[in-house]
Each structure stands twice: as C-alpha cells, then as structure tokens.
C-alpha cells in the first residue's frame, strides 16, 4: 500500500498502519509534532486510533519557537 508523505515522497505502509505507528517507524513521533491526513489537521489523540488508507496523503510538521 502507498501513500504521500509531506506532498512529494511516495512511502510503502503496510495495511492498517496508523499515524501514531507510521510517525514512531520514521522517528517523528516528538512533541510539537503536528499532522495533516488528506488536508485535514487530525488531533493528536485521534493518531493511535486513525488508520492510513491506500493513496492517503499524509503531512508532518514541527512546530518551531523563535524570536
């Protein structure tokens, strides 16, 4: 199965991965850690439970402090 990730990056995922395993399997899992599935913000306590789909695009940002 594959999905978009961050707009470009085509990633293999196996069936029935959620964000939370696919954030932990690329070391994203961190605080600050925002995400994007198909143009939609998903809450973070929606990421163990929400299931990537073939095809879905999937979005990471980080949040950054500065002055």
Do not use: P, Y
């Not at 939609?40 to 306590?45: G, L, M, N, Q, T």
């Amino acid at each position: 199965m594959e999905i978009i990730f961050n707009q470009s990056k085509k990633e293999n995922i196996k069936e029935k991965t959620t964000i939370s395993a696919f954030l932990k399997d690329h070391d994203l899992l961190k605080e600050g850690v925002a995400v994007a599935l198909n143009g939609e913000i998903v809450r973070k306590a929606d990421f163990e439970k929400t299931v990537l789909k073939d095809n879905d695009s999937l979005d990471v940002f980080n949040m950054v402090c500065g002055g």
